[in-house]
């Protein structure tokens, strides 16, 4: 089971990191406050969408595997 989920959670520590490593580049600009709130607000939206596609892909699997037997 390690082994099958080492790339997810791999994925999603790099995800983490993204943010984190995208909010420190954008605290250098000069205008820092209006970019780190743009920067927030757009990991925001991608965790979301990423967590209802993760979300979605589950509950499909079952749906496929049920369309797939009964051929």
């Known amino acids: 089971m390690l082994r099958l989920a080492l790339p997810l959670v791999m994925a999603e520590l790099g995800w983490m990191t993204m943010a984190i490593v995208d ?3 954008v605290g ?3 205008d820092s406050a209006v970019a780190i ?3 927030s607000l757009g990991s925001i939206l991608f965790n ?3 967590i209802f596609r993760n ?3 589950v509950g499909l699997d079952t749906l496929v595997s049920h ?3 009964r051929r």
Do not use: E, K
Request: charged share 15%.
């Open 23 to 25: 909010t420190m580049m």
């Open 28 to 30: 250098r600009q000069a």
């Open 37 to 39: 709130g743009a920067v």
């Open 48 to 50: 979301s969408a990423a």
């Open 55 to 57: 979300g979605f892909d």
């Open 67 to 69: 369309s797939l037997r």
